[in-house]
């Protein structure tokens, strides 16, 4: 690890609109690093990990109920009608159709009476996950302490699940918490939580990521819930581009490699090996994600005349080492 304070300062300049932009920056309940050492520390662990593609966490909210027939529905189908294990907010773990009940109960008729029908969303369901091969166990007790950390106020409830292929957590939020404030999360929220989860699974040793497409190179569009389910339905009848090309995911991209160049053109500057190593990876990795592929020609595009040339002038131009060349014509 580099010991110079310059670059420790790119680091945490460039690394911080990498991993934590200022578009995502919300209240958090995570302490703060103190000293500029740990905070670069933290920003090279974060590229280590991101170039070298640690799993990524998912944090998925999958729907709430709008009134307490439709939660009770999903309680009982997370806790496959009693038999699985139930953890409240309390910490209490209990099983079977009277604890379920008992749930139920305190949920209706404790704090905010929730009716049996309603138009407003009354919970909000939660899933917790990472790829195959996290052990069950590791992610039940990351997903304890996410819920601890993210609503200490709020009535909540969580059943892990390991039957299907990777193990996950299903957790359920009240929406309205014991002090009256209702619960209504936002882009910003979801990336802290991701962020929470994330940094709860390294706590114990478990490798995990919360990078945002853009850190990534990623360019898919997110499918939401509604329009999985109408599509299962038949009721879907427009079709979702696969890429994000609006303007500001556009803008996201070009910020995020902009941020990339500059953090691999002060590591190769390093007068320690370590460094100058990180740099070429943030390079290979850069060469392999969507967003430079995009700059790539097609197969019909490459049978044009001159293509061929202009391909090779924009993988000539993406080495950080050659700095008097400008960036691809795509991102500026």
């Known amino acids: 690890m580099s010991s110079d304070p310059n670059i420790d300062g790119v680091l945490i300049q460039w690394g911080e609109r990498l991993f934590y932009p200022s578009n995502r920056i919300v209240k958090s309940n995570m302490p703060r690093l103190r000293t500029p050492q740990q ?3 933290m920003i090279r662990t974060r590229i ?10 998912m944090v998925k909210v999958t729907g709430g109920g709008r009134g307490m027939a439709a939660i009770a529905a999903h309680f009982r189908y997370i806790s496959q009608n009693g038999r699985l294990d139930i953890e409240d907010d309390r910490g209490a773990i209990e099983r079977g159709k009277d604890a379920l009940h008992g749930i139920e109960r305190q949920w209706q008729f404790g704090g905010a009476y929730i009716g049996q029908e309603g138009q407003r969303r009354e919970a909000f369901n939660i899933m917790l996950s990472m790829p195959r ?13 996410f819920a601890k950390i993210e609503f200490p106020d709020h009535r909540y409830m969580m059943v892990l699940h390991t039957h299907q292929a990777n193990p996950h957590v299903h957790l359920s939020v009240k929406a309205e918490s014991k002090r009256g404030k209702r619960l209504n999360p936002r882009k910003a929220d979801l990336h802290r939580w991701r962020e929470t989860f994330a940094e709860q699974l390294r706590e114990r040793g478990v490798e995990a990521e919360a990078t945002r497409q853009a850190t990534r190179g990623e360019i898919r569009s997110r499918t939401n819930l509604w329009q999985i389910n109408a599509k299962r339905e038949g009721r879907l009848h427009t079709s979702q581009p696969q890429n994000r090309a609006g303007k500001a995911a556009m803008g996201n991209r070009k910020e995020a490699l902009n941020a990339w160049i500059q953090i691999a053109r002060a590591l190769e500057g390093s007068n320690v090996g370590a460094d100058r190593e990180l740099a070429k990876q943030i390079v290979g990795f850069l060469r392999s994600t969507p967003v430079m592929q995009l700059a790539k020609p097609s197969p019909q595009q490459a049978q044009r005349p001159g293509i061929e040339q202009d391909r090779n002038s924009r993988q000539r131009q993406l080495p950080i080492v050659e700095r008097s060349r400008p960036g691809p014509d795509w991102e500026r």
């Open 48 to 57: 280590e990990d991101t170039v070298r593609r640690a799993p990524q966490v």
């Open 39 to 41: 905070r670069a520390a």
């Open 133 to 145: 091969g996290t052990a069950a166990v590791t992610l039940q007790k990351a997903a304890r302490e």
